[in-house]
């Protein structure tokens, strides 16, 4: 696996390529760059700065009209393009086209497929929005906080944990589902472990022991 960096985004790349456009310390773009790092492919990667805004310029909306990253480009051999953004989507567009031995993924017609769908869109949405409320929230001055969307968002937070923790429990290999790493752990981990603060290991050990394992994997 080797990650080019590429610093303009008017760098012409030659076919066959994969050109991930992200930031910084994006945990969507995460994602994305531990599921490239794990299949060893080759990738370019294009940080936008933010500061700058070069999200919401003309030329990035033209490639993603939210003007947001994670996006995938993706040129074949015969030049055919595919441009992809939505981290879930992209993580799902590079297991069916690269993980064709099934490492971190699964068939369609293995249940663990539409397991693995259903925490990913978990993850992506309820928990992600709490984890979001709690973290705006303490990122404010203590005298400016909204003490009932932070004690709401604390709470909501609690039942979410517990959601992962009876899922890792039931599962009992220490992933999420099946005996190994797949896409749900990958597209967990960074939203597990946004923002400030550990978390609550005595309540959530298996939580806090998966956190341990995903950490010493070294994805990105
Ligand atoms: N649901 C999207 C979320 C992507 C997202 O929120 N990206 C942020 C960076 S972490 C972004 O591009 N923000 C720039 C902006 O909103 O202007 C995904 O899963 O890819």
């Not at 409320?133 to 400016?144: A, K, N, R, S, Y």
């Amino acid at each position: 696996m080797v990650c080019h960096i590429v610093n303009s985004k008017e760098e012409k790349l030659e076919a066959p390529y994969l050109k991930l456009y992200s930031a910084g310390r994006s945990p969507f773009g995460k994602k994305v760059i531990a599921l490239l790092n794990l299949l060893k492919l080759d990738y370019y990667l294009l940080n936008l700065d933010f500061d700058k805004k070069e999200q919401k310029e003309p030329s990035f909306l033209q490639i993603n009209p939210r003007g947001k990253i994670p996006v995938l480009e993706h040129v074949d051999s015969k030049g055919n393009k595919m441009i992809i953004g939505e981290s879930l989507a992209i993580l799902n567009y590079i297991a069916n086209t690269f993980d064709t031995k099934r490492e971190f993924s699964f068939a369609l017609d293995n249940p663990l497929y539409y397991d693995v769908l259903e925490w990913s869109v978990y993850i992506a949405t309820a928990f992600d929005q709490t984890k979001f409320q709690q973290f705006l929230q303490l990122m404010t001055p203590v005298e400016e906080r909204n003490p009932q969307i932070l004690s709401k968002a604390n709470a909501d937070l609690d039942i979410a944990f517990g959601f992962l923790e009876d899922k890792l429990k039931k599962n009992k290999t220490g992933f999420f589902v099946s005996d190994h790493l797949s896409i749900l752990d990958i597209v967990a981990y960074p939203s597990v472990t946004f923002g400030p603060g550990p978390i609550d290991s005595e309540k959530f050990p298996c939580i806090q022991a998966w956190i341990e394992k995903m950490e010493s994997l070294k994805l990105y």
